[in-house]
């Protein structure tokens, strides 16, 4: 079982079918099967069988406790879409979302873009910014932790010394929603970066000197041609940086501002996936935080019909 | 191609202050890594000498070292199996012809919609009526089949030539000697690719392990970092500093190490 983010490949291009060996080389009714048994059981058995499982539990109402359970049909599903906690977290998701996905993503593409520039010293640039794609969100979490620490971090030492404040940065709602955005963009920077210097390093130089010599400035090169020919890695990178954001971004919450401050009906920093997580094991409503799965199972396949509609114009095959 | 001077120095400002902000945190917690429990809580970013003392903090008395080495088994084991099955799996999709065949690989490709954390309530029940919870089975197993593993080493094998194959088998190689003498030393750069993703993406998981691992003894090091944050009263940060620097060095070494592969992997030209 794959899905999250920093495991989706960017999609490679498709060949044309002459190229391809001919299917079914080898005759056998028998090997096949065997060759994908293992991979088809651990899916079937850890994949579609809990998925299967989250929906069936989504209609009902559980007691870890009793160990009991209750059919109650569609009840969790309404309770759900009735809650302003439900409803505040749905929206403090898609902000945060919206946020981190363009911001990280748009920074990526400039700083891809320069240290692909051939100037001295481009090879240290780009190690020293894709580096940090071996960071997990949680020691993102736990190094922001401490930066920002409002006694002791070393943040509001300098901000005292210089202005003579010290923002309480985990308690104030707004300054700790940035704070979250500001460490996902951190922490997914080197993630982009490396797939951007990637589909960089594959353009054909000579496309671009083509355009040079026909007098296309750096401008119009990025917007006629780099941005097209990268086209399919935006589409790649805007994909698995929204499902990032929806998941991944647990660890960094968890760690950094356990949900909080608490700011209108929740938790400011309460995205989705941390309120199933609550709801699930800290409150253990089986049932409730099922529901919830279920309705991000949506919200993602929606984002994906979605990615696949107005990306698949957009994407550009390369010369 | 004549460049522009002013350019390049425009070019190299915009990095430095870039590669400053984005190494900055990591900076920071390597300074801090080094200093004693007072200095580490002023904002000296002087060198200290406590490094060693504050790594044998986090490695005994907090259990860095248990942490790591469970993560270690646990991310090799994924990463092997990962590429094992999907190496299998993409053999038969490639160079069999079957009933069901395109059903199957849709099958497998569809699971990339269904992330695990979206599962993790009746993943967990499973797990308990497994009796897994508390074994490393349980973070090693569901996660064993990749569908971007398979996606990715199927579109690879098409790329090689179909007379490759052919001849093979004439040669009277069966499917499972080609694929180990001719396939494997043929998609190193692929392989290479998928280790990185999945070592990285393993060892840095997180929900999973916190629901599901209660034993301390099993428990990953990402979610045992944060028991030593959680300490009541006065964290120890030069030993948390320490923890956070040990626990990002395998799937920094394995990036580093397999950094010209994963590139390479992902060349989505290669064929031009």
New interface residues.
Partial sequence: MTPTTTEHPPRPKKKNKADTPEQGIFKSRLLPWLFLLPSLLILAVFLYYPAIETLRLSLYQSSVFLGTERFVGLENFVELLSSPVYHQSILQTLVFMVITVTLGIALAFVLALLANRPIRGAKVYRLLLIYPYALSPAIAGTLWLFLFNPEIGLVNALLDSWFHIKPRWLDTPFLAFALVCGAAIWKSLGYNVVFYLAALQNIPGDILEAAQIDGAGSWQRIRYILLPMLSPMTFFLVFTNIVQALFDSFGLVDILTRGGPVYGQTGITSFLIYQLYLDGFSNAKTGFAAAQAVLMLILVGAITVLQFRTGGKQVHHGA | ?V?DAW??AL??I???L??LL??F??L??AI?ATQDSSQV???H?NFGTSLLQNIKTAWETARLGQYMMNSFVVTVAVTVGKTL??L??A????????PL?NA?FA??LF????????????????ITDLRWTNTHAAII????????????FR????????S???AA?LDGC??LR?LWHILIPMSWNTIG??AV??F??V??Q??WP??VMQSEDRQVV??G??KL?DVGGATD?GA??AG?MI??LP??L??TLLQEQ??RG???????
């Fill in positions: 191609m460049r350019k390049d070019t190299h915009a990095l430095s870039a590669v984005v190494a945190p990591l920071f917690a801090k809580i002023s904002s970013m099955l999907s299998l799996a053999l038969a999709f490639v160079y069999f012809r079957f065949k199957v099958l497998v699971t990339l919609m269904l992330p695990t954390e979206l599962l993790i309530v009746s993943l967990f029940n499973l197993v569901p996660f064993l089949a990749s569908a971007t593993g398979v996606f990715l579109q690879h094998f098409m790329n090689i030539p179909a490759l194959a052919e088998r069966g499917p080609f690719a998928l993703i999945q990285v993406y060892w840095d997180y929900l916190l629901v990402q979610v970092l944060k944050i940060w948390v500093m956070a626990s990002i799937p920094l394995i990036f994963f590139s992902f060349a989505l030209g290669q064929e031009k």
